[in-house]
Nanobody
Framework: QVQLVESGGGLVQAGGSLRLSCVAS????????MGWFRQAPGKEREFAAA????????YYADSVKGRFTISRDNAKKMVYLQITNLKPEDTAVYYC????????????????????WGQGTQVTVSS
């Protein structure tokens, strides 16, 4: 398994932007499809975005499509989530997750598919 640590969260005004980062430790980062989830207060953790092993395939939840961009740098063992035009409803703890897979284009979307999780980073959007 890999260990994941997120960073980049904070307090931002509506309409602003943030880039969340997730660094992985351990071997074979390029063997993991990566995803971002978020959990708002009082709500279930929900899928936001996923990226395949090489970064060539991405998938987004409908609620974030067009505003979120997931990317990865396998040499640095990093995955990123760029968020633009932030809205108050984006307020949540954002989690990075890793799914070991042998399928090069796979972008897992369900929580149960992920093997490793970070501790999360808080994003708060003020109106």
């Amino acid at each position: 398994q890999v260990q994941l640590v997120e960073s980049g969260g904070g307090l931002v005004q509506a309409g602003g932007s943030l880039r969340l980062s997730c660094v992985a430790s351990g071997r074979s980062f390029s063997s993991y499809a990566m995803g971002w989830f978020r959990q708002a207060p009082g709500k279930e953790r929900e899928f936001a975005a996923a990226i395949s092993l090489s970064g060539g395939t991405t998938y987004y939840a409908d609620s974030v499509k067009g505003r979120f961009t997931i990317s990865r740098d396998n040499a640095k063992k990093m995955v990123y989530l760029q968020i633009t035009n932030l809205k108050p409803e984006d307020t949540a703890v954002y989690y990075c997750a890793a799914d070991r897979t042998s399928y090069s284009d796979y972008t897992p979307k369900r929580r149960i598919e992920y093997d490793s999780w970070g501790q999360g980073t808080q994003v708060t959007v003020s109106s």
